[in-house]
């Protein structure tokens, strides 16, 4: 039970003996005791652009979700280690969908459309899926780039399989102008295709969610609106379409950040996201006022996984000349996921 100053004087100087061999890079959801040490901070694109960018560190302590590190895993070089100070920080959402389900699901759907399908899919998928769609032409999207790739993946083929979150997924077809009618449901329990018009499709959901964006209800807007009727109101689009269609913006986590930076002094901003990061921009920005939409809301507690004794651990690990967690993506699972992510990439250029 050592002192958090202990552990936090202990981090920083195995940081400063390693110099430029070690970054520390945190999504925006992660913890400030965490968030302090970071070299660089962001949304999970951005987060997957430096670790595409950085040929220097030999050592990539990610603190963030699995798929994360995963991602970044699959995007440095073979010489270049990515740990994860706590391999149980995962994403309940990722977990939604596997391979095996997947398989099925592709064999239906192409069975219906030929080869007139494309599969994309949320960077908060495992490796393994990346791989599936990497192999089949497809695409990986963030919540920031979505919009634009989805067009693109539309213009590739007619129908468009998006997993596994179906409220991103949902949220961009019904921006982009895609009927209602045209927007299935892929229901992977059961192997199931939920449309009253197949033949119509253009976009087949599965029918996965963010535990943490779903507590976030249509009735959390209109209180506050009521209370508050000069509120901005800007959410997650992993809330539900009831929730970012009552919403004034919505948007990836970088995004809305710079939405709180750039509102003028003395605006009233309600969030719809993870606690930490909603938590740090109400200290960030004192002349503001920021709230919490949910008030009983809404950690991610896989993301909390990560905190200042596991940071610890890991960096003494590293700093005996041990391992720490590393992420390792298979060879071939690899190439095929890079090949869904590079052109991700390319698209967000
Ligand atoms: P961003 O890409 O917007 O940072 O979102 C990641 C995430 O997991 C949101 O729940
Ligand atoms: Fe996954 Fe939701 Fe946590 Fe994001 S907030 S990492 S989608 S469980």
């Known amino acids: ?150 067009q693109w993946a539309l213009k590739q083929a007619k129908h468009l399989l998006f997993l596994p979150d179906q409220h991103l997924g949902r949220n961009i077809a019904l921006d982009l102008g895609i009927n209602p009618d045209e927007i299935g449901l892929w229901r992977a329990q059961q192997d199931k295709l939920e449309a009253d018009q197949p033949e119509k499709l253009r976009v087949i959901l599965w029918d996965g969610y963010c535990s943490v964006h779903q507590q976030f209800k249509l009735h959390h807007v209109q209180n506050l609106r009521r209370q508050y009727p000069d509120i901005k109101i800007i959410v997650h689009p992993e809330c539900a379409h009831e929730v970012t269609a009552a919403a004034d913006f919505v948007g990836s986590t970088s995004a809305l950040i710079n939405y709180v930076k750039q509102a003028p002094v003395g605006t009233r901003i309600a969030i719809g996201t993870d606690n930490n990061l909603v938590g740090r921009l109400k200290a960030n920005h004192p002349t503001k006022k920021v709230m919490f939409l949910n008030p009983f809301s809404c950690a991610c507690i896989l993301m909390n996984r990560i905190d200042l004794p596991h940071l610890a651990w890991t960096m003494d690990q590293l700093a005996a000349g041990k391992s720490g967690h590393v992420i390792k993506v298979d060879s071939q699972t690899a190439y095929w996921a890079k090949q869904a992510l590079d052109r991700m990439l390319k698209l967000s250029l």
Not at 115 to 131: C, H
Request: charged letters at 20%; one cysteine or more; proline letters at 4%.
């Open 1 to 150: 039970n050592e002192a958090p100053a202990d552990q936090i004087e202990r981090i920083r100087k195995i940081k400063t003996d390693f110099g430029p061999d070690l970054m520390m890079v945190a999504h925006h959801y992660q913890k400030d005791e965490v968030v302090a040490f970071a070299d660089a901070r962001g949304d999970s694109l951005k987060l997957a652009q430096i670790a595409a960018g950085n040929h220097t560190a030999k050592k990539i302590v990610f603190c963030g979700v699995h798929f994360m590190a995963e991602t970044a895993d699959i995007l440095t070089a073979d010489n270049q280690d990515v740990i994860l100070p706590d391999p149980m920080a995962g994403c309940s959402m990722a977990d939604m969908a596997n391979p095996f389900q997947l398989t099925k699901a592709w064999q239906y759907l192409t069975a219906k459309y030929g080869d007139s399908i494309i599969p994309v899919t949320y960077v908060n998928s495992s490796a393994a899926i990346k791989a599936f769609v990497g192999q089949k032409g497809g695409v990986v999207i963030t919540s920031s780039n979505a919009k634009t790739i989805i």
